[in-house]
Nanobody, 111 residues
């Protein structure tokens, strides 16, 4: 059974940082590209970052230079380091590999 469990969200002031984690199980993690998505209220789900099986990374223009995606295949976990956060980054953040979705972790950027 595929499971993805996101954690690390919270309330942070503009300019602050958070590190999200997504612990996975039920599939061979190292074989899959991993993605972080986000969805803000009233908006469509947006692909934020991708890390391939060979550690190649891509980012949306809205987060490039501020967010870093990484993976630890020994822990079956993907991370999203988010720096210089803005109010527009407020959203529910999900990880995904094409096999299913977790419950997401809420990130709120507000003073």
């Amino acid at each position: 059974q595929v499971q993805l469990v996101e954690s690390g969200g919270g309330l942070v002031q503009p300019g602050g940082s958070l590190r999200l984690s997504c612990a996975t199980s039920g599939f061979t993690f190292s074989f899959y590209n991993m993605n972080w998505y986000r969805q803000a209220p009233g908006k469509q789900r947006e692909l934020v970052a991708t890390i391939s099986r060979s550690d190649t990374t891509t980012y949306s223009d809205s987060v490039k230079g501020r967010f870093t995606i990484s993976r630890d295949n020994s822990k079956n976990t993907v991370y999203l380091q988010m720096n210089r956060l803005k109010p527009d980054d407020t959203a529910l953040y999900y990880c995904n590999c094409g096999l299913g979705w977790g419950q997401g972790t809420q990130v709120t950027v507000s003073s």
